[in-house]
């Protein structure tokens, strides 16, 4: 298992962008900063991707984990402390 984190800047337009580059580099979970989405969602990032993400505000902050499709079924718990805090159970 690959483990990795980036800030990302904003992830939008970038969801196809990153999950290509996990695949290059054989990365399973992936923690993302500053993210800039509001809202507390899921989303499939195509490729077998998919991110979990909180964010209170659209223009700052923001967290997320993109997880590998096979770890995706393992996740138990999700909790979104903040939109700077976020944990995952598998």
Same mark, same amino acid.
């Given at each position: 298992m690959r483990v990795g984190t980036l800030n990302v800047g &904003?992830? &939008? /337009?970038k969801a196809r962008e990153l999950a290509d580059m996990m695949q290059?580099? $054989?990365v399973d979970i992936l923690c993302v900063q500053e993210t800039r989405w509001k809202g507390s969602k899921a989303r499939s990032l195509g490729a /077998?991707? $998919?991110l979990l993400y909180h /964010?209170?505000?659209g223009k700052r902050n923001g967290v997320g984990v993109i997880l590998n499709e096979e770890f995706v079924r393992n996740v138990l718990e999700v909790k979104r402390v903040s939109d700077r805090v976020m944990s995952l159970k598998l």
């Open positions: &904003t992830m &939008t /337009g290059r580099r $054989k /077998g991707f $998919k /964010g209170v505000d």
